[in-house]
Antibody, heavy 118, light 107 residues
Framework: QVQLVQSGAEVKKPGASVKVSCKAS????????MQWVRQAPGQRLEWMAW????????KSSQKFQGRITITRDTSASTVYMELSSLRSEDTAVYYC???????????WGLGTLVTVSS | DIQMTQSPSSVSASVGDRVTITCRAS??????LAWYQQKPGKAPKLLIS???SLESGVPSRFSGSGSGTDFTLTISRLQPEDFATYYC?????????FGQGTKLEIK
C-alpha cells in the first residue's frame, strides 16, 4: 500500500536549520508530486511547498521564501524539506503528503514534530 | 492569497444526527476544493476532492457540494468514529490554503 515514512522528531535552537525526510513506497515515485504542510499547536494546517518528484520543479509559499529548500532523491524515493533560520514560531508538526494531481493530498505521512527552543 | 473560512468553528451533535459544515472562499475557486478529517494526534485524511467526489473507502454518509465560493460537507447519520476536526482546502492556486477547521464533538 502507499506509505510515506517521515524522519523522527527534532529539537533545534533558534537560528538553526532542520531537514525532514519523507520516504515513499507502494507507488511509482516519479509519477506524483509531494507537498509539505505544517501544523503549529492548536492551529490550522498551513501549506508550505510542492515538488514534482519527476522533474524536481518546486514551488513554495512566499511566507517561507529564502528559508525553505525542497529536494528529492529519486533513487531513494525520498523527498526532503529543509527550513533554515528557525524561530520559535516554527515549532510545529511537519507533514509530507502525496499530491494526487488535482492539488489534493493523500496519503499523508505521520508527521515530524520540530521544536524550536533555546 | 485565497482565504478559506469555515463555519461553525465547533459543533456538538449526537450519534445518528445529520451535520453540515460550510466553507467559504474569498474568491471563486470553481470546484477546486477538498475536505479532510483529522483526529487528535493523527495526520489528516482526504475525504472529498473536487468539491463533491468521494474518495475510495470513505463511507457514503459523507457528501460534499458547492462551487465558486460556497461549499458544504454533510455527514448524515453520525457515527462515533466521525467525531474529529474537519478542514477544507482550496486547490485553485498557490499558495494552497486551508480553513481554520470545524471541531465536531459529541453532545
Amino acid at each position: 500500500q502507499v506509505q510515506l515514512v517521515q524522519s523522527g522528531a527534532e529539537v533545534k535552537k533558534p537560528g538553526a536549520s532542520v531537514k525532514v525526510s519523507c520516504k515513499a513506497s507502494g507507488y511509482t515515485f516519479a509519477s506524483y508530486a509531494m507537498q509539505w504542510v505544517r501544523q503549529a499547536p492548536g492551529q490550522r494546517l498551513e501549506w508550505m511547498a510542492w515538488i514534482s518528484a519527476g522533474t524536481g520543479n518546486t514551488k513554495s509559499s512566499q511566507k517561507f521564501q529564502g528559508r525553505i529548500t525542497i529536494t528529492r532523491d529519486t533513487s531513494a524515493s525520498t523527498v526532503y524539506m529543509e527550513l533554515s533560520s528557525l524561530r520559535s514560531e516554527d515549532t510545529a508538526v511537519y507533514y509530507c503528503a502525496r499530491d494526487l494531481g488535482g492539488g489534493w493530498f493523500d496519503p499523508w505521512g505521520l508527521g515530524t514534530l520540530v521544536t524550536v527552543s533555546s | 492569497d485565497i482565504q478559506m473560512t469555515q463555519s461553525p468553528s465547533s459543533v456538538s451533535a449526537s450519534v445518528g444526527d445529520r451535520v453540515t459544515i460550510t466553507c467559504r472562499a474569498s474568491q471563486g475557486i470553481s470546484s477546486w476544493l477538498a475536505w479532510y478529517q483529522q483526529k487528535p494526534g493523527k495526520a489528516p485524511k482526504l475525504l472529498i476532492s473536487a468539491a463533491s467526489s468521494l474518495e475510495s473507502g470513505v463511507p457514503s454518509r459523507f457528501s460534499g457540494s458547492g462551487s465558486g465560493t460556497d461549499f458544504t460537507l454533510t455527514i448524515s447519520r453520525l457515527q462515533p468514529e466521525d467525531f474529529a476536526t474537519y478542514y477544507c482546502q482550496q486547490a485553485d492556486s498557490f499558495p494552497y490554503t486551508f480553513g481554520q477547521g470545524t471541531k465536531l464533538e459529541i453532545k
